[in-house]
């Protein structure tokens, strides 16, 4: 659908009323419900519902849909927040980067942040040990822009919304 190195897109403000909303808050908890299910939620008629769910996709509000996954019943013991700050960066070494971050099967989320840290991910390991190997295989890759790493192991999670 959209490339996945960009998934959030910075775009002009679409304009979005009561009803849009209403339907992007049943979307994201419930991405898998029919039309027919969204409509009866929400009380909006099914085609005004296909209407608006196509012109927000068209506008880019809605970019993708997707499952969210529980690691731990996939096998995956670490689920971990690995922040990195970059130094001697090049756009060249911050493609590399990206691209390697991006295409590794145990990191599930990337992103390029502000504050202290440069970029953000989450990784996900069968144990400590391949843990280990990816962190170490990523610091040795990419030792020359890499100057600091925190990892924090997300143990439980509360909240997950878009809206």
Do not use: C
Not at 33 to 56: H, L, N
Not at 62 to 82: Q, T
Not at 143 to 163: D, N, P, R, V
């Amino acid at each position: 659908m959209n490339n996945e190195k960009d998934l959030i897109k910075w775009e002009k403000s679409a304009k979005l009323d009561e009803k849009d909303m209403k339907i992007l808050k049943i979307l994201d908890k419930h991405a898998r419900y029919s039309i027919a299910e969204i409509s009866k939620k929400t009380g909006i008629q099914r085609d005004s519902v296909i209407y608006r769910i196509k012109k927000m996709e068209e506008k880019s509000v809605i970019r993708f849909y997707h499952a969210v996954l529980n690691p731990s019943a996939l096998g995956y013991e670490i689920y971990a927040d690995v922040n990195f700050v970059l130094h001697n960066l090049t756009p060249e070494k911050e493609e590399k980067l990206l691209d390697y971050l991006i295409s590794h099967k145990n990191i599930v989320y990337v992103a390029k942040v502000t504050g202290k840290w440069d970029l953000v991910t989450y990784t996900i390991a069968k144990n400590l040990k391949e843990f280990d190997e990816i962190l170490t295989e990523i610091r040795m890759r990419f030792s020359g822009i890499i100057k600091e790493y925190e990892t924090a192991s997300i143990l439980q999670e509360y909240k997950y919304a878009q809206i």
